[in-house]
Each structure stands twice: as structure tokens, then as C-alpha cells.
């Protein structure tokens, strides 16, 4: 069974930084795809960014491109999200996602809350 633990979240001011990590454990990830996603209250759910594990290609939002930064660490299996340059519309629960590329399994972590104050 795959399991997703976050951590990291936590308030900051504006123009900070922060760093989620998700520790992945259950299964080997070389066909997955792992990210993270945000979401405020009656907002849905948005792609934040993600990574391949094969080959680490990356993928941005453009609301947070060239201020965050994914990376993984194979060893650890684990994925990080490095947050520089808060803004307080980052404020949001952070949720890592896991998908297993060519199917319609994923996973997704408890959440953890990123609040940035102005």
C-alpha cells in the first residue's frame, strides 16, 4: 500500500521560503509521476508542479514558475517542493500526488498547509 507522508508546511511572510518534502514508501516510483497540487477553501484542487521519476523532467504552473523549485531524491524516495519568493496568494493546502504513468492509479498525501502573510 503506498503511502504519502508530507512535511514542511508552516507560516511565513511574504518573500520567504519553504520547503515540503513527501516521503513515498509502499512501492518502487521508475513509472510513476510524482507532483504537488494546492487548493483553498471553494477553490478546487490546482497542479502546482510535478516531476518524472524517470528521467526527472519538470513541469510548472505558470504562477509559480522560476520561484519553486521540485526536485526528488531516489535514495530517500522522496519528493521536494523548495518555495522561494512567497507570496500570500500561495497560501493554500499543499497536497503531494503520486501516478503511476499509463494507468488511472495515483495517490495523494494528507495535505499540508502553507499560510504566507503579507
Known amino acids: 500500500q503506498v503511502q504519502l507522508v508530507e512535511s514542511g508546511g508552516g507560516l511565513v511572510q511574504a518573500g520567504g521560503s519553504l520547503r515540503l518534502s513527501c516521503a513515498a514508501s509502499?512501492?518502487?516510483?521508475?513509472?510513476?509521476?510524482m507532483g504537488w497540487f494546492r487548493q483553498t477553501p471553494g477553490k478546487e484542487r490546482e497542479f502546482v508542479a510535478r516531476?518524472?521519476?524517470?528521467?526527472?523532467?519538470?513541469y510548472y504552473a505558470d504562477s509559480v514558475k522560476g520561484r519553486f523549485t521540485i526536485s526528488r531524491d531516489d535514495a530517500k524516495n522522496t519528493v521536494y517542493l523548495q518555495m522561494n519568493s512567497l507570496k500570500p496568494e500561495d497560501t493554500a493546502v499543499y497536497y503531494c500526488?503520486?501516478?503511476?504513468?499509463?494507468?488511472?492509479?495515483?495517490?495523494w498525501g494528507q495535505g499540508t498547509q502553507v499560510t504566507v502573510s503579507s
Open positions: 516531476i518524472f521519476w524517470s528521467g526527472g523532467a519538470t
Open positions: 509502499g512501492r518502487t516510483f521508475r513509472s510513476h509521476v
Open positions: 500526488h503520486v501516478g503511476e504513468l499509463g494507468t488511472a492509479s495515483d495517490y
